[in-house]
């Protein structure tokens, strides 16, 4: 499958500071990527979509101002927490959309990356 | 509110037995289903795709579609200890997105 990379794996950081999540697709042009959120012992929630040369598209109660999301180009795209908090501590997981003609029919499939696992003291 | 659930676990079975998941969606569009493994601490990995009715088999994995009954599945053969994680049924909602069930954890006992 497609690669899809993440950094960094793991961040701790004060309370009040930002910080910076990159998400990269290795081998794929994804023009579409997903950051969501997970919180221990529950499912993935969707925070935001990052499409390639235009604004993300937030999902409802997400913050866009807290939550800033750039996506420069079609192999990266940036999440950055903005003053951070505790209750912001959480495992973010981006994922990338690899969406490419095959023999077989379209392929339209997202690949996670390895997730960033943000601590705020 | 378009929806994706999963039969709740734990599912605890024995090494080399079948464990089987199943997942119900609400939305009769949806076209594209997935099966994601998630091991603990760590993200999702994709390990079954289907786009039509009847099953796809890869590995030891075989998903199951019946898009009339709104129903997915995915029966693990063989079942081995490196197989226990959480298991997350995900359908595409037509806008690209994925909606996910809550989860299934298995364990499988040596």
């Known amino acids: 499958g497609a690669v899809v990379s993440q950094h960094p794996s793991w961040v701790i950081c004060k309370s009040g500071t930002s910080v910076k999540i990159e998400c990269r697709s290795l081998?794929?042009?994804?023009?579409?990527m997903f950051w969501y959120r997970q919180f221990p012992k529950q499912s993935l929630m969707l925070m935001a979509t990052?499409?390639?040369?235009?604004?993300?598209?937030?999902e409802q109660g997400v913050e866009k101002d807290k939550f800033l999301i750039n996506h420069a180009s079609l192999t990266l795209s940036t999440l950055t927490v903005t003053s951070a908090h505790p209750e912001d501590s959480s495992f973010y997981i981006c994922?990338?959309?690899?969406?490419?003609?095959?023999?077989?029919?379209?392929?339209?499939?997202?690949?996670f990356g390895p997730g960033t696992r943000l601590t705020v003291l | 509110q378009k929806e994706v659930e999963q039969n709740s676990g734990p599912l605890s079975v024995p090494e080399g037995a079948i464990a089987s998941l199943n997942c119900t969606y609400s939305?009769?569009?949806?076209?594209?289903f997935f099966w994601y493994r998630q091991y603990s601490g760590k993200s999702p990995e994709l390990i079954m795709s289907?786009?039509?009715?009847g099953d796809k088999e890869d590995g030891r994995f075989t998903a199951q579609l019946n898009k009339a009954s709104q129903y997915v599945s995915l029966l693990i053969r063989d079942s081995q200890p490196s197989d226990s994680a959480t298991y997350l049924c995900?359908?595409?909602?037509?806008?690209?997105?994925?909606?996910f069930g809550a989860g299934t954890t298995v364990t499988v006992r040596a």
């Open positions: 289907i786009y039509s009715n």
């Open positions: 995900a359908v595409n909602q037509g806008d690209y997105k994925l909606s």
């Open positions: 990052s499409n390639e040369g235009s604004k993300a598209t937030y």
């Open positions: 939305d009769r569009g949806s076209q594209s």
């Open positions: 994922s990338a959309r690899d969406l490419r003609p095959t023999t077989a029919g379209a392929i339209d499939t997202q690949y």
């Open positions: 081998d794929f042009q994804a023009t579409t």
